[in-house]
């Protein structure tokens, strides 16, 4: 999610509550600006909350499959703990979801798309990383991420 501000307290208000939620999973490891859940018992499946300049990005590191209920419910929860904060806090935070490439830094904000963004810069099923200097399957960002984004969204 990127963000036109992002105050600090509202990251670490998202932090706790992915901790609260995903405590019983196992113990969280927690660095500055970033944050790894397990998001069950067996220890395959994790989920990474890292906070850059103006945006949280979230990554699942998978051993095996993950439910595509699961992402759908992770994406939904942030978006339901913002909308809280916003009236929580009397302030508007605007954001616009967007993904990128796995593999990709997620402090650097270029190369990061939207949903809207896949119809323009997607030829035959595949998109171009200027991070890496090659072309990516659109499959690997839809699938995770955006294919949940709601069809209304916040922008700025």
């Known amino acids: 999610m990127e963000f ?20 019983k999973e ?24 890292c906070f850059s300049r103006n945006a949280i990005s979230l990554q699942i590191w998978k051993w095996r499959a993950v439910n595509d209920n699961q992402c759908r419910h992770i994406i939904e929860g942030l978006c339901s703990k913002i909308e809280e904060l916003n009236e929580k806090l009397l302030n508007k935070l605007d954001y616009k ?5 796995s593999n990709g830094d997620y402090c650097r904000g270029d190369n990061r798309l939207t949903y809207g963004d896949m119809s323009t810069v997607c030829e035959g099923g595949k998109y171009r990383c200027e991070e890496h200097k090659c072309n990516h399957n659109n499959k690997d960002l839809i699938d995770t991420w955006l294919k949940h984004v709601p069809v209304v969204s916040i922008g700025f």
Request: proline share 4%.
């Open 26 to 49: 196992g113990r969280p490891v927690i660095y500055a600006g970033k944050v790894v859940v397990y998001l069950d018992q067996t220890n395959f499946r994790r989920l990474s909350i």
């Open 97 to 101: 979801i967007k993904a990128k490439c």
């Open 4 to 23: 036109g501000f992002l105050p600090i307290a509202h990251y670490n208000q998202i932090v706790v509550n992915y901790i609260r939620q995903y405590i």
